[in-house]
């Protein structure tokens, strides 16, 4: 069975820093691409960055040079290190799968909130 689970959301101040983790089950290399998504309110739900199967990665150019995704096969988790942050960052994240027939798989979401 699939599943996602986001952690590492919370609170910070502007240029500050946090990680979120998604770990995925049965296995990260069940996915054709893992990513990152966010929705903040009365806006719809945009990418953020993206991982694929082979490691290739790409980012929303709003992100670009300061978040970085990654993953650590072991654990088959992603992470997303999110650096100088914004109030404009804040949103609910979701972890996103996408496995090889094209399906997609969701997240809870973590609350992100960039504020002084």
């Known amino acids: 069975q699939v599943q996602l689970v986001e952690s590492g959301g919370g609170l910070v101040q502007p240029g500050g820093s946090l990680r979120l983790s998604c770990a995925a089950s049965?296995?990260?290399?069940?996915?054709?691409?893992v990513g990152w998504y966010r929705q903040a309110p009365g806006k719809q739900r945009e990418s953020v960055a993206r991982?694929?199967?082979?490691?290739?990665?790409n980012y929303a150019d709003s992100v670009k040079g300061r978040f970085t995704i990654s993953r650590d096969n072991a654990k088959n988790t992603v992470y997303l290190q999110m650096n100088s942050l914004k109030p404009e960052d804040t949103a609910v994240y979701y972890c996103?799968?996408?496995?090889?027939?094209?399906?997609?798989?969701w997240g809870q979401g973590t609350q992100v909130t960039v504020s002084s």
């Open positions: 996103n799968a996408e496995n090889f027939q094209g399906r997609d798989y």
């Open positions: 049965p296995s990260i290399f069940s996915f054709n691409a």
């Open positions: 991982i694929t199967w082979s490691g290739s990665t």
